[in-house]
Nanobody
């Protein structure tokens, strides 16, 4: 079992920055890829970014050049640096981890095994 706790969300003006963190505990040795998803009310959960155990990354098009995903394996922590935030980035952000080793970066929701409770990000215009 892996437990995930997100932090760092909040209210920020458009153009501002936030840094999300996700601390993992439990069977952290089993973690391979780690990712950030977001879900706004009435919308499907969407992948924001993901990072493999070898630091390969993937970003959804809408955040490329603005968000940076990183991980500190020694601290079992995942980060998401969000710059130039836009009102459309407003959402609940979730951390997720995948335990199965794959040749590709997991994109689909069902490829992730454990999820955090989420942290709210609100961007005002």
């Amino acid at each position: 079992q892996v437990q995930l706790v997100e932090s760092g969300g909040g209210l920020v003006q458009a153009g501002g920055s936030l840094r999300l963190s996700c601390a993992a505990s439990g069977s952290t040795f089993s973690i391979n890829a780690m990712g950030w998803y977001r879900q706004a009310p009435g919308k499907e959960r969407e992948l924001v970014a993901t990072i493999s155990s070898g630091d390969r990354t993937y970003y959804t098009d809408s955040v490329k050049g603005r968000f940076t995903i990183s991980r500190d394996n020694a601290k079992s922590t995942l980060y998401l640096q969000m710059n130039s935030l836009k009102p459309e980035d407003t959402s609940m952000y979730y951390c997720a981890v995948a335990t199965r080793k794959r040749l590709w970066l997991p994109i689909a929701v069902d490829e992730y095994d454990y999820w955090g409770q989420g942290t709210q990000v609100t961007v005002s215009s």
